[in-house]
T-cell receptor
């Protein structure tokens, strides 16, 4: 199993450009999520999904869109990039059975907006 | 507002000694708590967790303690090893919402 994969690893955007960060998992997990990590802030939840066709907002959703058309994929879209979106982005997934909340994280995408 | 706080940005301990990492939370509705470990240029990896109905959970060298009345949890690593050097995040969860602390960088010196 590859686990959770993210592409690209690095990206530089100009202000106003759009792009999609890709995330895929091969563990058949229902729950998938996106976080951003900024210095001194820890990881903050952007959006999450509990299954195909179902998405919801997290703590910091503004400026980001998501969709979940399959169990495996959960892309994150930046419609008009801003310097404040410079961050490291992590995708994560977990199963929904039982009462455990451990998530598996991808390796991250480092995004710089100039 | 930061609902999960790790007030020590860094901690340095000698190999073989105990490492104690602390975490405080403000929302009493959190019902599951986790610790993650992160190396540079990698995603966080799950370390240990505890349900709010327990006050202690142990897994090898790692023990997590939960004090619900104080809204405080801690991670004990005994004995500490140089390979434990990493950033440690605590997290608190309720339903599908998980909040993370800012992290504590642990350095274990040989």
């Amino acid at each position: 199993n590859a686990g959770v994969t993210q592409t690209p690893k690095f990206q530089v955007l100009k202000t106003g450009q759009s792009m999609t960060l890709q995330c895929a998992q091969d563990m058949n997990h229902e729950y998938m999520s996106w976080y951003r990590q900024d210095p001194g802030m820890g990881l903050r939840l952007i959006h999450y999904s509990v299954g195909a066709g179902i998405t919801d907002q997290g703590e910091v959703p503004n400026g980001y869109n998501v969709s979940r058309s399959t169990t495996e994929d959960f892309p994150l879209r930046l419609l008009s990039a801003a310097p404040s979106q410079t961050s490291v982005y992590f995708c994560a997934s977990r199963g929904l059975a039982g009462d455990k909340y451990e998530q598996y994280f991808g390796p991250g995408t480092r995004l710089t907006v100039t | 507002d930061q609902q999960v706080k790790q007030n020590s940005p860094s901690l340095s301990v000698q190999e073989g000694r105990i490492s104690i990492l602390n975490c405080d939370y403000t929302n009493s509705m959190f019902d599951y708590f986790l610790w993650y470990k992160k190396y540079p240029a990698e995603g966080p990896t799950f370390l240990i967790s505890i349900s709010s109905i327990k006050d202690k959970n142990e897994d090898g060298r790692f023990t997590v303690f939960l004090n619900k009345s104080a809204k405080h949890l801690s991670l004990h690593i005994v004995p500490s090893q140089p390979g434990d050097s990493a950033v440690y995040f605590c997290a608190a969860s309720r339903n599908n919402d998980m909040r993370f602390g800012a992290g504590t960088r642990l350095t274990v010196k040989p």
